[in-house]
């Protein structure tokens, strides 16, 4: 029997049930007269028609728990759910008031997480059942997550009872964790206390993130009166704090100033209409009483205890006020002041709207002009006093002397006048004053135009791209959720593991010189950590392969994978000779070969080789593509030996010690790194910090050691900028820069010079010059190095889409074993599409930094390569191949 059964009613009153199915045999027809009958083996009463809704209910669940059954082997994930439309009664949508709002609340959702089926987990189906809920049942923590993604229940029941199918606690803290588990209502389940045993403190259970306890009771009553209670309670509660954001985003697209503040005048929210009219921002203004603020003495006397009087009273006051702007000038406002009462019928908040008068739209922009021309004078009288800070005066000490004159109540603020005169206006100031400035003569349009650009200039993250969350591809998402953030600050009990070396970084991150011959303080454990390693190889002793295939090193399409194969794995060892032998980095930094082949085996010892993809083998990789960069006739006119000395060795240990997981899953794992480096660049801080630490570690491998301190500064600062600028969370913020500070004032150069007899290849003189200008190209090149794969030739670039995967399936795999929170979900061996990953890849963060680097540095292999293995990752998605290649190739 598959489907659920049907239920006719004659004229006669008679009663027929079918199943649905099986509606052509006529021995399963059932019919229940005004006695009693029996019903698919149930023995029920024909005048009980209360009840045979619900033993029809139970009959087809039943049937589907003996097929889901069948199917546990296969599958951790019970599709099921409760079919109150046909088997209960219909629930239809709940209106719900909050204040003046009118809501509909559509039925309750509920999903039940039990490890195993018992007479619990039955206790709250029916329940559900009963209360007209949705319910869906989960067995593991995987599936119950995937569902509550899906369908975003508004109850969750988590069975705490038997901890060898999951971790309770652990999987409310991952729920929690996502965007919809904040307003989720989350019930635990605990077994019974026995009579002896002492009432336990739920204090534990509310920290891990549960909303109540409910202690092991399978009686239906029981489960229905506790899911009823959650409903008027906190489900409907949570449900109104939802409804709260459409308020606050209408309140901060207001264009009216509004300012609600506690009974006790204590600021708790300004709108962004009121930050552009008084000229504060909001952490400014937050947690502030009123009488903190400057006053305008133009008001009269007694009306602010008028104001108070009046709104003290419960009554709404209206009417003109002048208030002072930070800037220190006096506008004129119609402020509307309403009392809010809250409970105990006590007044809890004041709202204030407030517009500007007439012709204070210009008063506010004026300010600036009026300085101007202020400054202009007091240059020309006296040239002599002029400022030091080249001519940015700030206006509002001037504004504020300017309206102190002869006012004996605003002497009391000329202290906060002196701080604003000593102000140093950093340029966004000067953009945002200029802009101000032009709105006074714009049009509407355009002055409305300008607001947004403020509105964008004053964010704190001016070159991130805002990623719409509604329509996205989850593997655009996923790869920028785990690649440009630190994670989700959640730190949990299950610590991530590193090896000795790698903790040993906690004690000291700097280099330890002592002297300026470069006598170094050993550290015991450092050196224990490739004390063992024999006498590096001489570049004579490279296998004869490996000496062949660098032959071509200097090719971008040279094999890295051939040179790991014959080296044994060591790769780094014998490219980072060839290459700075070829440089002459022993030359530069008055090493001997010995020395830098020591130090290139300590480096590359400290790569685990366990690593699908952050190995040596990577590093050696950077180091080839930098290598090649620096060769490009645009790049080497640009940069001078101390930059490409510095882009070498930045190559070679920017991922030293890389445990092959991220820095979101370090965070979320509260590792002793996460912890030492504060959640931010965790590992592009140690790979740099390790890296100076194993090379002061043995005079025998310290590069360093002969080189003059001043010099050894300049160039130490090099690398470690270098190496965090592999950092993904500030990767747009290098690219725009590029793009702004040297393609674009490049690209006007060209223009100009097209008839002049001036090769490509040079670098035009303001930029070489500019340290801000190299540092950029820099930073550039040690990025693109870093993620070139997909510029590589078409086998090379499969390959290394593998190994990252494998890298990240491995950091799934053991977030979920350890129950932190998944950084990139779609990154499941089990259902991950490699091609849609490196889709995303390219499209997001790729294609837009190649066009760049190769407009600077002029590489059409490169991007040949990459459109062609653009559009073999597209034929592989558009055929639904989730592998590395078709199955024709396999």
């Given at each position: 029997m598959g489907c659920a059964p049907s239920i006719h009613v004659s004229q006669s009153g008679v009663i027929y049930c079918r199943d649905s199915d099986e509606s052509n045999s006529p021995h399963q027809t059932t019919t229940?007269?005004?006695?009693?009958?029996?019903?698919?083996?149930?023995?029920?009463?024909?005048?009980?028609?209360?009840?045979?809704?619900?033993?029809?209910?139970?009959?087809?669940?039943?049937?589907?728990?003996?097929?889901?059954?069948?199917?546990?082997?296969?599958?951790?994930?019970?599709?099921?759910?409760?079919?109150?439309?046909?088997?209960?009664?219909?629930?239809?949508?709940?209106?719900?008031?909050?204040?003046?709002?009118?809501?509909?609340?559509?039925?309750?959702?509920?999903?039940?997480?039990?490890?195993?089926e018992d007479s619990q987990s039955d206790g709250f189906w029916w329940a559900c059942d009963k209360a007209g809920y949705k319910c869906n049942i989960a067995r593991t923590p995987e599936s119950a997550l995937e569902y509550f993604l899906e369908k975003h229940h508004e109850i969750i029941i988590i069975d705490n009872r038997h901890t060898k199918y999951f971790h309770a606690e652990a999987l409310c803290k991952s729920i929690r964790a996502t965007n919809p588990?904040?307003?989720?209502?989350?019930?635990?389940?605990?077994?019974?206390?026995?009579?002896?045993?002492?009432?336990?403190?739920?204090?534990?259970?509310?920290?891990?993130?549960?909303?109540?306890?409910?202690?092991?009771?399978?009686?239906?009553?029981?489960?229905?009166n506790e899911l009823i209670q959650l409903e008027h309670g906190e489900?409907?509660?949570?449900?109104?704090?939802?409804?709260?954001?459409?308020?606050?985003?209408?309140?901060?697209?207001?264009?009216?100033?509004?300012?609600?503040?506690?009974?006790?005048?204590?600021?708790?929210?300004?709108?962004?209409?009121?930050?552009?009219?008084?000229?504060?921002?909001?952490?400014?203004?937050?947690?502030?009483?009123?009488?903190?603020?400057?006053?305008?003495?133009?008001?009269?006397?007694?009306?602010?205890?008028?104001?108070?009087?009046?709104?003290?009273?419960?009554?709404?006051?209206?009417?003109?006020?002048?208030?002072?702007?930070?800037?220190?000038?006096?506008?004129?406002?119609?402020?509307?002041?309403?009392?809010?009462?809250?409970?105990?019928?006590?007044?809890?908040?004041?709202?204030?709207?407030?517009?500007?008068?007439?012709?204070?739209?210009?008063?506010?922009?004026?300010?600036?002009?009026d300085e101007k021309s202020t400054e202009e004078?007091?240059?020309?009288?006296?040239?002599?006093?002029?400022?030091?800070?080249?001519?940015?005066?700030?206006?509002?000490?001037?504004?504020?002397?300017?309206?102190?004159?002869?006012?004996?109540?605003?002497?009391r603020h000329s202290s906060m006048a002196r701080i604003h005169s000593m102000t140093i206006e950093a340029p966004i100031t000067k953009v945002i004053n200029i802009i101000n400035t032009a709105q006074e003569t714009s049009p509407v349009t355009v002055a409305e135009a300008l607001d947004r650009v403020l509105e964008i200039l004053r964010t704190t993250e001016l070159y991130s791209p805002q990623l719409s969350t509604k329509d996205d591809d989850p593997h655009t998402s996923d790869l920028v959720g785990g690649l440009m953030t630190d994670g989700l600050r959640r730190l949990s009990s299950n610590e991530y593991i590193f090896s000795k070396t790698c903790r040993q970084i906690e004690k000291s991150d700097a280099l330890l010189w002592t002297s300026l011959d470069g006598q170094i303080e050993e550290e015991p454990d450092l050196q224990q950590s490739h004390s063992h390693l024999a006498i590096p190889v001489a570049f004579g002793d490279i296998p004869p392969r490996a000496a062949e295939l660098l032959a071509d090193e200097d090719n971008?399409?040279?094999?890295?994978?051939?040179?790991e194969a014959v080296t044994n794995k060591r790769p780094l060892l014998y490219l980072g000779l060839k290459i700075m032998t070829q440089f002459g980095v022993c030359g530069f930094l008055n090493c001997s070969e010995v020395t830098l082949r020591s130090w290139l085996q300590v480096i590359e010892t400290n790569y685990?080789?366990?690593?699908?993809?952050?190995?040596?083998?990577?590093?050696?990789?950077?180091?080839?593509?930098?290598?090649?960069?620096?060769?490009k006739d645009r790049v080497k006119?640009?940069?001078?030996?101390?930059?490409?000395?510095?882009?070498?060795?930045?190559?070679?240990?920017?991922?030293?010690?890389?445990?092959?997981?991220?820095?979101?899953?370090?965070?979320?794992?509260?590792?002793?790194?996460?912890?030492?480096?504060?959640?931010?660049?965790?590992?592009?801080?140690?790979?740099?910090?390790?890296?100076?630490?194993?090379?002061?570690?043995?005079?025998?491998?310290?590069?360093?050691?002969?080189?003059?301190?001043?010099?050894?500064?300049?160039?130490?600062?090099?690398?470690?900028?270098?190496?965090?600028?592999?950092?993904?969370?500030?990767?747009?913020?290098?690219?725009?820069?590029?793009?702004?500070?040297?393609?674009?004032?490049?690209?006007?150069?060209?223009?100009?010079?097209?008839?002049?007899?001036?090769?490509?290849?040079?670098?035009?003189?303001?930029?070489?010059?500019?340290?801000?200008?190299r540092l950029l190209i820099k930073r550039m090149l040690i990025k693109c190095a870093d993620v070139a794969n997909p510029c590589r030739p078409i086998n090379h670039c499969i390959e290394w889409a593998g190994r990252i995967s494998e890298e990240y399936f491995a950091q799934t795999d053991e977030e979920k074993s350890q129950?932190?929170?998944?950084?990139?979900?779609?990154?499941?061996?089990?259902?991950?599409?490699?091609?849609?990953?490196?889709?995303?890849?390219?499209?997001?963060?790729?294609?837009?930094?190649?066009?760049?680097?190769?407009?600077?540095?002029?590489?059409?292999?490169?991007?040949?390569?990459?459109?062609?293995?653009?559009k073999y990752w597209k034929s592989l998605d558009e055929s639904n191949y989730k592998g590395l290649r078709p199955p024709s190739d396999l």
């Open positions: 229940i007269s005004q006695g009693t009958a029996t019903v698919h083996g149930f023995f029920i009463k024909a005048d009980a028609a209360e009840s045979l809704p619900s033993m029809l209910a139970y009959q087809s669940r039943a049937t589907r728990t003996s097929s889901r059954r069948e199917k546990r082997e296969n599958s951790n994930c019970i599709e099921a759910e409760t079919q109150t439309s046909h088997t209960s009664v219909k629930v239809a949508s709940t209106e719900v008031r909050f204040g003046p709002m009118r809501l509909i609340q559509d039925p309750f959702q509920v999903l039940l997480i039990f490890g195993k588990g904040e307003n989720t209502v989350i019930l635990v389940v605990v077994p019974q206390m026995c009579n002896d045993q002492e009432e336990t403190s739920v204090l534990s259970i509310l920290n891990a993130g549960f909303n109540r306890r409910y202690i092991e009771n399978p009686n239906v009553t029981a489960c229905y489900v409907r509660s949570q449900f109104k704090l939802r409804a709260c954001s459409s308020i606050f985003a209408a309140l901060e697209h207001c264009q009216e100033a509004i300012e609600i503040t506690s009974e006790d005048h204590i600021i708790q929210y300004v709108n962004p209409a009121f930050e552009h009219m008084m000229g504060y921002q909001k952490g400014e203004l937050i947690g502030k009483e009123l009488t903190e603020l400057p006053k305008s003495d133009k008001n009269k006397v007694d009306l602010l205890d008028t104001i108070n009087t009046c709104i003290k009273k419960g009554k709404e006051w209206q009417g003109i006020y002048y208030a002072r702007r930070k800037a220190g000038d006096n506008i004129q406002q119609d402020v509307t002041v309403t009392p809010v009462v809250g409970q105990g019928g006590k007044i809890k908040h004041f709202v204030s709207i407030k517009k500007l008068c007439n012709d204070s739209h210009k008063q506010i922009y004026n300010v600036q002009s004078n007091s240059d020309s009288q006296s040239l002599r006093h002029k400022d030091r800070r080249k001519g940015s005066i700030d206006v509002r000490s001037i504004t504020s002397k300017r309206s102190d004159a002869g006012s004996s109540h605003n002497r971008w399409d040279f094999n890295i994978f051939e040179l685990h080789a366990s690593n699908s993809y952050h190995n040596s083998t990577h590093a050696a990789d950077v180091l080839h593509a930098t290598a090649y960069f620096l060769r006119g640009c940069l001078d030996e101390m930059d490409e000395v510095a882009a070498l060795i930045a190559a070679t240990v920017h991922d030293v010690d890389h445990p092959g997981r991220t820095n979101s899953f370090l965070c979320n794992a509260g590792s002793e790194l996460a912890v030492l480096y504060n959640d931010t660049a965790v590992l592009e801080s140690h790979h740099a910090a390790l890296a100076f630490q194993l090379t002061a570690g043995d005079n025998k491998s310290n590069i360093f050691k002969n080189i003059e301190r001043n010099m050894f500064r300049t160039l130490r600062q090099a690398i470690i900028d270098m190496v965090l600028a592999t950092e993904m969370t500030k990767h747009f913020e290098h690219v725009n820069k590029f793009v702004n500070s040297i393609n674009k004032p490049m690209s006007s150069i060209e223009e100009t010079s097209l008839n002049s007899e001036s090769s490509d290849g040079e670098c035009p003189s303001g930029i070489k010059n500019a340290m801000e200008n129950g932190l929170p998944v950084v990139m979900p779609v990154f499941d061996r089990n259902t991950c599409s490699i091609p849609k990953s490196q889709i995303s890849f390219i499209d997001y963060f790729i294609n837009d930094m190649f066009d760049a680097w190769d407009a600077f540095a002029n590489l059409p292999n490169l991007i040949h390569h990459l459109a062609e293995n653009y």
